[in-house]
C-alpha cells in the first residue's frame, strides 16, 4: 500500500493467511510545503521503497507483488521498478488507500488470488 503519508508492507502465506503489516516505511511527500519539495519527497520515498522490495525479490521473499495506491505513485513505483521487481509485479489496484485500515486493503485485493491458479 502506498500513500504520501508512507508504505505498508503485507504478506500473504501460502496458507493463505495475511501478515500484517510486515514493514513500514514513513514519507515526508504529505508535509511538504511546496511543489519541489513533495517531488524531491516523493522520489526519495519511493526509492526507499524500492530498496525495501527489491531486498524481498532477491532474498526470494516474495512471488508476486499487488500495490495499491494512487495512480501518480503507482506510476512511480512502475518507473522505479527493479529488474527483480519488475518481473513479479502481478495486479496494481489505482486508489486512495489513505483512509482503509490493512483489512480493507487485504480483502480489496483477496479476489487476485482466488481468482489465480497460483
Same mark, same amino acid.
Given at each position: 500500500?502506498?500513500?504520501?503519508?508512507?508504505?505498508?508492507?503485507?504478506? =500473504?502465506?501460502?496458507?493463505?493467511?495475511?501478515?500484517?503489516?510486515?514493514? +513500514? %516505511?514513513?514519507?515526508?511527500?504529505?508535509?511538504?510545503?511546496?511543489? +519541489? %519539495?513533495? =517531488?524531491?519527497?516523493?522520489?526519495?520515498? %519511493?526509492? =526507499?521503497?524500492?530498496?525495501?522490495?527489491?531486498?524481498?525479490?532477491?532474498?526470494?521473499?516474495?512471488?508476486?507483488?499487488?500495490?495499491?495506491?494512487?495512480?501518480?505513485?503507482?506510476?512511480?513505483?512502475?518507473?522505479?521498478?527493479?529488474? =527483480?521487481?519488475?518481473?513479479?509485479?502481478?495486479? +496494481?489496484?489505482?486508489?486512495?488507500? &489513505?483512509?482503509?485500515?490493512?483489512? +480493507?486493503?487485504?480483502?480489496?485485493?483477496?479476489?487476485?488470488?482466488?481468482? &489465480?491458479?497460483?
Amino acid at each position: 500500500m502506498l500513500d504520501d503519508s508512507g508504505a505498508r508492507f503485507l504478506r =500473504r502465506e501460502p496458507s493463505g493467511k495475511w501478515t500484517q503489516p510486515v514493514a +513500514e %516505511i514513513a514519507s515526508a511527500a504529505a508535509d511538504a510545503f511546496t511543489p +519541489e %519539495i513533495r =517531488r524531491a519527497a516523493r522520489g526519495q520515498f %519511493i526509492q =526507499r521503497v524500492m530498496t525495501v522490495v527489491d531486498s524481498a525479490c532477491d532474498h526470494s521473499e516474495c512471488d508476486r507483488i499487488v500495490t495499491v495506491g494512487p495512480e501518480r505513485l503507482l506510476s512511480s513505483f512502475r518507473h522505479a521498478a527493479t529488474d =527483480r521487481v519488475r518481473v513479479r509485479l502481478w495486479r +496494481e489496484r489505482a486508489g486512495d488507500v &489513505s483512509i482503509l485500515t490493512d483489512k +480493507e486493503i487485504v480483502t480489496s485485493v483477496e479476489q487476485y488470488f482466488r481468482n &489465480s491458479a497460483g
